[in-house]
């Protein structure tokens, strides 16, 4: 189980928007900690599409957004294209007994219908 | 413009220990970086794996902790990674990844290696 929990997949129409949640607790993104949403397609690396919570790489379109409140982030997507179907993953850091460490969430597919 | 670079065995028996290294180009091993090793088992999704600083500062993830070890080489410009007790589930595209190191903040990795897939069988 992922410390971040994200919908397994979401999905929309071209041109619709969408919104990935990624949840977490007072120990990562509650306890202030940025978060950053990253895009893989298939067979690629992971790319960075938010950093900060909110700030876009230069290259991002603008249809690309993001959000945090509490202990939860969220990704919105405007304007659906067929390009955007891939994978994304939220990405916080997490404070235990263990020290500070990288999670990543689980992962949401989204589908281009 | 940096770039990394992943090597190493892509067959690894179960009970031995799994070697990659990272090789940094464009850039200084020694610059203001952390330097990451994250996973993703096929199918699955991405687990972060732990990551140095040029000084040798690590950190690790909880759960691997006790199985992995990440060491810097300046002389070589590269980074490595090894995962002893090596089992099926440690079969994965096993990725290099870079972040800013700045003060009071935690950055996104942005750079990334292409990955190489690494699978533990006899």
């Known amino acids: 189980q992922s410390v971040l929990t994200q919908p397994p997949s979401v999905s929309g129409a071209p041109g619709q928007r969408v919104t990935i949640s990624c949840t977490g607790s007072?120990?990562?993104?509650?306890?202030?900690?940025?978060v950053h949403w990253y895009q893989q397609l298939p067979g690629t690396a992971p790319k960075v599409l938010i950093y900060?919570?909110?700030n876009r790489p230069s290259g991002v379109p603008d249809r690309f957004s993001g959000s945090k409140s509490g202990t939860s982030a969220s990704l919105a997507i405007t304007g659906l294209q067929a390009e955007d179907e891939a994978d994304y993953y939220c990405?916080?850091?997490?404070?235990?007994?263990?020290?500070?460490?990288?999670?990543f969430g689980g992962g949401t597919k989204l589908t281009v219908l | 413009q940096v770039q990394l670079q992943e090597s190493g065995p892509g067959l690894v028996k179960p009970s031995g220990t799994l070697s990659l290294t990272c090789a940094v180009s464009g850039g200084s091993i020694s610059s203001s970086n952390w330097w990451s090793w994250v996973r993703q088992p096929p199918g699955m999704g991405l687990e972060w794996i732990g990551e140095i600083y040029h000084s040798g500062s690590t950190s690790y993830n909880p759960s691997l902790k006790s199985r992995v070890t990440i060491s810097v080489d300046k002389s070589k410009n590269q980074f490595s990674l090894k995962l002893s007790s090596v089992t099926a589930a440690d079969t994965a595209v096993y990725y290099c990844?870079?972040?800013?190191?700045?003060?009071?903040?935690?950055?996104?990795?942005?750079?990334w290696g292409q990955g190489t897939m690494v699978t533990v069988s006899s």
């Open positions: 900060g919570n909110s």
């Open positions: 990405q916080s850091y997490d404070s235990s007994l263990s020290g500070r460490a990288v999670v």
């Open positions: 007072s120990s990562n993104i509650g306890a202030g900690y940025d």
């Open positions: 990844a870079s972040r800013l190191a700045v003060a009071g903040t935690l950055r996104a990795f942005d750079i």
